[in-house]
């Protein structure tokens, strides 16, 4: 709301009756609150800035330099003194002799794998250069110059014809007729092959391509499709992995760390005005292997309590106000903090103009620096040194961040910055007591990237079942992926599988994705053979009696 010139000078009365009447007291209270106002006031709508600027300058980065936003004259100053000992810097580097261009450095061929097929195709010379010009015999092969061209050949549907060989006897005995058995189908009744079907799902839920532009693919190829009958196996394809999903969900409860995040996925609802509404889409990932999706149709912590409070042990979160009836029970989760979350709200606080948070950064920094220090040691080694280089560091920025209190204000960036520390100030402690523990959430934050990439090509889900169907077919398929198997290979080999009979969650592990062929990871290096093993067989996937 503006303030008109009337509002003002009705202020400046009040004011000024105040220092008549030597109310100095009520006069400083008064003045005191309008300046902390127009400080939040500031502090808002310089973060709000700062965020809008972010985003349209490439998605979300927080290496946003808030120097940008700060108007102030100190701020000036420090820009213009950085910017006047840049220049020294350049005349000095301008004044130093020439030195000598180091050598350019040829690039390298690229390698191509050796586990792609090749095909050789000669090239002879001339029938009238084959003929030697001065002695006139004919010139013999010494050898060849070879050269590689990578080439890409569109896919091709193939139509399998299976004849069933029928026998009767000569002499017409009853019921002397026999048929070979049926081909076994991943779906009744239904024409895709196991290829086919793997395709489909990769397509929109690793490639996030809907159905309906997969079928202008298949077009292309020849083939015309009808989208309603494509959406049909896709639903029966969710399905038949649904054991394969609640096999995976059980490896993510035995895990010795889990991660959860969350994020919105609309459904479509005819009885709500808007004809859709939001639900959720939650991310477990077990020990960065294991992925499991599930569908909530509200954010409500009863409905995400109801699959999650089978876990036990750690638990590693954004801290979600609805996870702390999980830290309650009779055996609960251990909660572990995510100190990236911790940062975030710090980074807002500087974008706003606020210095006081650039020391909290550049110390979080600083336990940053010691866990790239301690990449790939054991864990046992990792504890070690978060002990003796981290908790000093931990210590530091828990003085800092306590004289920060008093002089912040609780719906400031800063203040909400001190208000989460405050609650999640244990569980950011988590990481000194386990070796295994990481600072941060990431790992289970990309697993949402799917769903996030997802809904901008698919818009949204039919249906709550079908938002299931879609958590069962992400979890197979990411878990795979995490696994580093090679998608098209198993899911065919598993829709295979599956059209024989149905699996328990029990028998479901023997077709799980630690279980699949490996895909080609190291490119211009072909693995050794034991990396790709072959499919089992029928009998060796059978489990036992």
Known sequence: ???????????????????????????LDIV?????????NEAKLTGRLAALLRGHAGGGTERFGSAQLLLWKDALDEAAAEEEEKEKEKEEEEAKP???????????????????????????????????????????????ESSEVLELHPAHFEVIVYERERLACPEACPESVVV??????????????????????????????????????????????????????WDQVGDKLRPLAEAIWTMVLGSHLAQADDTGLRVLDTDTPAGSRRGHMWGILGDGRWARYRFTPTWKGDEMAAFLGARSGWLQGDGYAGYE???????????????????????????????RARRPLAIIGELFAVEKEAKGLPHEERLALRQARSRPILDRLWKCFDSLGPTTTPKSPLGKAHTYLTNQRRALERFLEDGRLPLENNACELLMRHVAVGRKNWL????????????????????????GA??????????EQLGRRAYTVEEARELLPDRWPKAQSDFGRAPPEAVHPPPPTAAEIAPSA
């Open 32 to 40: 005191l609150a309008l300046v902390a106002r127009l400080m939040r």
């Open 460 to 483: 949204h889900c039919g249906s709550d079942k079908g938002a299931e169907r879609l958590a069962d077919i992400y979890t197979v398929l990411v878990t795979a992926k995490l696994q």
């Open 1 to 27: 709301m503006e303030t008109s010139p009337e509002d003002l000078t009705v202020l400046r009365a009040f004011l000024a009756k105040l220092i008549v009447t030597a109310k100095t007291d009520e006069l």
């Open 325 to 355: 009836q999980l830290y309650r029970k009779q055996y609960p989760c251990i909660e572990v903090g995510c100190w990236c979350h911790a940062r975030r709200y710090f980074v807002k606080a500087e974008d706003g103009g606020d210095k």
């Open 180 to 233: 070979a058995p049926a081909v076994v189908k991943p779906l009744d009744g239904g024409i895709p092959g196991p290829g086919l079907l793997a395709d489909i799902v990769i397509r929109k839920a690793i490639d996030h391509t809907p159905i309906n532009r997969i079928l202008g693919i298949y077009r292309r190829l020849g083939v015309d499709l009808p989208e309603g009958t494509v959406y049909g196996w």
């Open 98 to 144: 020439e030195a000598e261009p180091e050598p350019k450095v040829k690039p390298k061929r690229l390698k191509l794998p050796a586990s792609l097929p090749h095909r050789t195709v000669k090239l002879p010379v001339e029938p009238n250069l084959r003929i030697c010009s001065l002695c006139g015999a004919n010139k013999v092969c010494i050898g060849h």
């Open 486 to 495: 090679d998608l098209a290979k198993g899911l065919a080999f598993v829709f």
